[in-house]
């Protein structure tokens, strides 16, 4: 019960992406109590953070050897030290077996989220619906996302996805005005349709409404849309949106829009 009362905390912010080694904060504040790093990742199994948000979040000094590529992470009486390309954690003088070694991406560093919030004595749990991980025990709450795509950057693309297809009346070149948004499949079932075919607009404002995301996949993801208590030219009920972007040839678009409609029964 203790991961669902900490991910019912979870909520949207915005993030500060840097590029350098060992320079930048990749942690914003989200809600009051809470505190989250956007720039996870996921490799080979394993979760990794980038490694000044991490050690400020914990509270640590670190230090990146770029030539040795050696990584120092120093609190109270504990000195980690990691190197890239090495399996081995050393916690003061003592060995401790990894199954990965840190993360070098993009200019970054990343730090493998488990053996080092362990070796700290922090316990962290996953959320594999969401992809993210979070520290247990933590007041603020540390959120660390490792989506495939930022669920932010996702329900941008949606939003820009939709209002591309709602109205093709005076679109000429169908087909390629969908093509950056929808796969080949669906830019074809819209383009049959002349738009969505939806009763509601998806982007329209309504006073109930529930927004939820998941992953089933590292190469897609699930956006749901429940507009409560809508009444419709079917009467009074919900009407249920669902959408799946995937990821094609490094990029994402959307494969699937779905409209349901659950009518009131007393």
């Known amino acids: 019960m203790k991961k669902f009362k900490r991910l019912a905390l979870y909520a949207l912010a915005t993030g500060i992406f840097v590029t350098s080694f060992t320079i930048g904060n990749d942690v914003v504040h989200a809600n009051e109590g809470e505190r989250a790093i956007y720039d996870g990742k996921v490799q080979n199994g394993r979760t990794f953070g980038p490694i000044r948000a991490i050690g400020d979040e914990l509270g640590a000094q670190v230090d990146w050897n770029n030539k040795a590529k050696l990584a120092t992470i120093i609190k109270d009486d504990k000195v980690i030290k990691l190197k890239h390309g090495s399996k081995m954690l050393i916690v003061n003088d003592n060995e401790i077996k990894m199954d990965v070694s840190l993360l070098l991406e993009k200019g970054k560093v990343y730090l493998p989220l ?3 919030s362990e070796a700290f004595g922090n316990n962290i749990g996953w959320d594999k619906e969401k992809q993210l991980a979070y520290l247990e025990d933590r007041v603020p709450y540390l959120i660390i996302y490792a989506q495939p795509i930022d669920y932010r950057k996702g329900y941008e693309l949606l ?21 950056p948004y929808f796969t080949d499949t669906m830019s074809n079932k ?18 109930y409404i529930n927004e939820s995301y998941s992953y089933p996949d590292r190469k897609t993801m699930k956006i749901r849309k429940v507009f409560f208590g809508y009444e419709s030219k079917r009467g009074y009920g919900d009407i249920i ?12 678009v959307v494969n699937a829009i779905e409209e349901e409609w659950a009518p009131f029964r007393p």
């Open 241 to 252: 949106h669902q959408f799946t972007l995937v990821e094609k040839n490094g990029k994402w």
């Open 190 to 207: 819209i383009i049959q349709n002349n738009g969505l075919g939806f009763e509601v607009n998806p982007a329209a404002e309504h006073p």
């Open 114 to 116: 488990r053996y080092i």
């Open 159 to 179: 939003g820009d996805a939709v209002n591309h297809a709602s109205n093709l009346s005076g679109v000429t070149q169908k087909r390629a005005h969908l093509k």
